[in-house]
């Protein structure tokens, strides 16, 4: 019990503070993240510039505030978009079986069999690089996870007794589905869905390390990692303080996602 | 008691378990001998600590799990204080054991002689052809029709009770002076309960070997033991020969566990002449077989034109061991399994026809409480969603009737808040018949709704269901395999097997006049009960050849 409490804390305050960062940049940074200055080029950190400069002077600390925000949005949108979709056609394979299962699961399977990162950029040399161009393309590369493992979590409930007690009592499959079936499989969703948030920054970084990402100057936790690469020798902040932004963020999104699933589950909550 | 004399075999004195962690008492300082050849039976329901004692006594326990205190003496050496060595030793070759679960104690990645050669391997100097001539010799005695073909064969081509020989055959192989069987005919049907009690009992005989029987069961423990000890919530409440404790029971505990005992009910009278409520004629199921490339499926029947008619406010029990199509044909009446042929009527019309009826007329009480209650909803939810689709009734009446409903199967409203997980199997249980009963159902179907609860327990069940039956005069499909429960609560019995009925008739009739020679063996399963007033009985066991 207190175990979790104390997991779940350090989680909530992590994450409440990178929205509360985010949320400042909205309305106020140190400087402005886009202004180029030449006497202030590849500064270490300082009073002044808290994180220090990149190579054309701008403030790292106002661009990861700005960064935040893109890349949680982006994080947060893809997971939301994979896991609804996952969901639904986890449920709908799993509950009606047969040839419908049989196709879902062909397709689904074939998808999975490409890396997630590979099929991503396929479908933005499509789609075209921009924000939501990422989201679309990341959230349905992770689609099939969560298909397969709520199918699986599916199957091996519609054969337990309380779902024949919900047949016999009359309740329509599709209430069934969403009463009995949904409810019992929220516990894996959480899990892949926080672990989820988490790939979904990584590649968002990997996508704008390679150049398919948020169009520059724009700045993103990932095309600021990029940047700084070439310049580790000279100016180690550059790359350090976005790549421990990501870090942070994603320990605070594991540690919250497993404190969130024992909270959701009524047979963890009585335990002493 | 006296001392341990020359011929005591295991000596447990004042033993005590605690778990580790809380120091929670378990095992509370209990104390009996075991003489060479003697059957020894402990008698207890769950949690009462029987388990744990005896694997105390092959310094098995569970880490969590540690002995507090006593001494457990085999031959006069003690076992707690051997090292690894000692107690490999010890272990197969002088104690035997049997579980309960015939299905996970076997290796299903190994075959049955590999399993039964490795006991061998490790405890006897014999060659590999003294070996094999041991093993058949064995499996033939424990009933295996082919010992050659089964030596490499797998498990999970066994059944339950077949695995449960091959089991009992792997122990035995290695002679032991002791064997302790846990629980070893629980997941079994009455039947072949019986048969593998008796290969059993034969075998052990035979070898002059020592049996510590452990079961929540207290008649077929008293079949085969010369002595008892009972136990409950970890302390030994009576101890004594098996007559003795079962004729004059001293403990209160001991005469619960006797008066809980399934007893034959009053006989009822049932209006048969009006048209019958349900009626299922030439009911035919098949199970898809397994396609494979070169095959195409065959079917595998499970029914083969069965008929059965339920009157009004009728209790008619379907008894048959596993296997025999009795679940099958109770599913098929509730509409969860599709029958290839025939036709079921209910209150004289079609019942494909008003399916949303018979939804509201007909319901279900399932098996295990443990997964038929949904573990994310709270228990009023649970009686709630049951009233959904009753027409005419607003939300609060639903409410108002859920709770009612909850009250009147013994469960009060500080139950309603509750999630499945906090209750006792029990309590899930009655939640369960709440559920069923809620809608005020003229038809239900019971699929052995007390087979998974404790002695006790299943007697308040029972009870419980006589009452409401009573009450609301609805009739009932009552499936089990256990006799004892259906002397008590049916009007009528059928007997199924192979997929077919072989006999029907009123309940009097059929227990006190078995026909057919399978019956006769269902019957021979369980005891005839004379209760004195002294809170004990006497048991009689039928013969299988009685007529």
């Not at chain 2, 007909?362 to 997964?371: E, H």
């Not at chain 2, 029990?426 to 709440?434: E, K, P």
């Not at chain 2, 007390?450 to 005069?473: H, M, N, P």
Request: proline share 5%; aromatic share 6%.
């Amino acid at each position: 019990m207190k175990k979790f409490n104390l997991n779940g804390l350090i989680g909530g305050i992590l994450i409440a503070a990178l929205v509360i960062v985010a949320g400042i940049g909205l309305v106020w940074t140190p400087f402005d993240p886009m202004k180029l200055s030449f006497t202030a080029r590849l500064a270490p950190p300082s009073a002044i510039h808290l994180l220090g400069t990149d190579e054309f002077g701008r403030d790292v600390l106002s661009r990861l505030m700005i960064g935040a925000r893109a890349s949680v949005w982006i994080g947060f949108l893809t997971v939301a978009f994979a896991t609804i979709c996952g969901t639904l056609i986890g449920l709908v394979s799993g509950y009606a079986r047969g040839w419908v299962d049989g196709v879902i699961m062909a397709v689904n399977n074939a998808l999975l069999a490409f890396p997630g990162i590979l099929l991503a950029l396929g479908l933005l040399a499509v789609f075209g690089a921009n924000q939501y161009g990422i989201i679309f393309a990341l959230g349905i590369a992770y689609t099939p996870s969560m298909a397969r493992v709520v199918r699986g979590a599916v199957l091996s409930l519609r054969e337990r007794e309380f779902i024949e007690a919900s047949r016999v009592m009359g309740n329509g499959e599709l209430y069934t589905m969403f009463r009995h079936i949904l409810p019992n499989c929220l516990a894996p969703i959480t899990v892949l869905a926080t672990s989820m948030f988490g790939w979904a920054i990584l590649s968002e970084s990997a996508l704008s390390f390679l150049g398919l990402g948020v169009p520059p100057p724009a700045p993103t936790w990932g095309n600021m990692l990029a940047a700084g690469r070439p310049l580790i020798q000279q100016a180690v902040w550059l790359g350090l303080f976005p790549g421990l932004c990501i870090t942070l963020t994603l320990l605070g999104i594991n540690l919250l996602g497993d404190a969130l699933r024992d909270r959701l589950d009524p047979r963890m909550r009585g335990l002493k | 008691m006296s001392g341990p004399t020359k011929d005591t075999l295991l000596s447990v004195r004042d033993l005590s378990l605690e778990v580790a962690r809380t120091g929670h008492s378990v095992v509370k300082e209990i104390s009996f001998e075991i003489s060479s050849g003697e059957i020894f039976g402990i008698v207890g329901e769950s949690g009462s600590g029987k388990t744990l004692a005896t694997r105390a006594m092959i310094s098995l326990l569970p880490p969590a799990i540690k002995v507090s205190g006593g001494s457990v003496a085999y031959k006069g050496r003690e076992v707690l204080t051997m090292n690894d060595r000692e107690l490999r030793r010890l272990r197969g070759a002088e104690v035997g054991v049997v579980f309960q679960e015939p299905m996970t104690s076997l290796n299903p990645s190994m075959t049955i002689g590999r399993q039964l050669e490795e006991g061998l391997i490790l405890h006897t100097e014999l060659s590999a052809d003294e070996r094999r001539e041991r093993i058949l010799d064995m499996l033939r005695r424990v009933g295996i029709r082919e010992p050659e073909g089964a030596l490499a064969a797998y498990p999970h081509e066994f059944s339950g009770g077949m695995r449960q020989r091959i089991m009992l055959a792997s122990v035995m192989l290695l002679k032991p002076a002791l064997l302790i069987a846990d629980e070893p005919t629980t997941a079994l049907d009455a039947v072949i309960q019986r048969d593998v009690m008796e290969l059993m009992v034969d075998l052990t005989r035979a070898e002059g070997t020592a049996v510590l029987l452990i079961s929540h069961d207290l008649p077929m423990v008293a079949r085969y033991t010369s002595r008892i000890v009972v136990m409950e919530k970890g302390s030994i409440v009576e101890h004594g020969r098996t007559e003795d404790l079962l004729e004059a029971p001293q403990h209160p505990y001991t005469k619960k566990l006797l008066s809980s005992l399934p007893f034959r009910g009053e006989p009822r009278v049932v209006d048969m002449s009006k048209a019958p409520m349900v009626s299922a004629q030439n009911i035919v199921v098949d199970y898809p077989g397994r396609k494979s490339l070169l095959k195409r499926a065959t079917a595998k029947r499970a029914l083969h034109g069965v008929s059965i008619d339920i009157h009004e406010g009728e209790v008619v029990a379907l008894v048959g061991g596993s296997g025999s199509g009795k679940t099958t044909l109770g599913r098929t009446i509730a509409g969860l399994v599709e029958e290839s042929e025939g036709q079921i009527r209910f209150q004289g019309r079609a019942r494909d026809a008003d399916w949303q009826d018979y939804r509201m007329n007909c319901q279900m009480v399932f098996q295990d409480p443990y997964s038929s209650l949904d573990p994310r909803m709270t228990i009023l939810a649970l009686v709630e969603e049951a009233l959904r689709l009753v027409p005419n009734l607003d939300t609060a009446a639903k409410k108002k009737r859920a709770l009612e409903t909850l009250e009147e199967v013994g469960l009060g409203t500080d139950y309603a808040s509750r999630y499945p997980h906090e209750l006792s199997g029990g309590q899930r249980q009655r939640v369960a018949i709440a559920r069923a009963i809620a809608r005020r159902p003229r038809f239900l179907i019971a699929d052995e709704p007390v087979s998974a609860l404790d002695v006790t327990v299943r007697a308040q069940v029972l009870d419980l269901f006589s009452g409401l039956q009573k009450r609301y005069g609805f009739s009932c499909l009552f499936i089990s395999h256990d006799l004892g429960v259906v002397e008590q609560v049916a009007d009528r019995v059928i007997v199924m097997q192979d997929g077919r009925i072989i006999e029907e008739g009123d309940r009097d009739r059929i227990f006190d006049n078995p026909r057919e020679a399978y019956t006769r063996r269902l019957l021979s399963a369980i005891p005839a009960l004379d209760h004195n007033e002294r809170g004990g009985v006497t048991l009689k066991w039928r013969l299988e050849n009685e007529a």
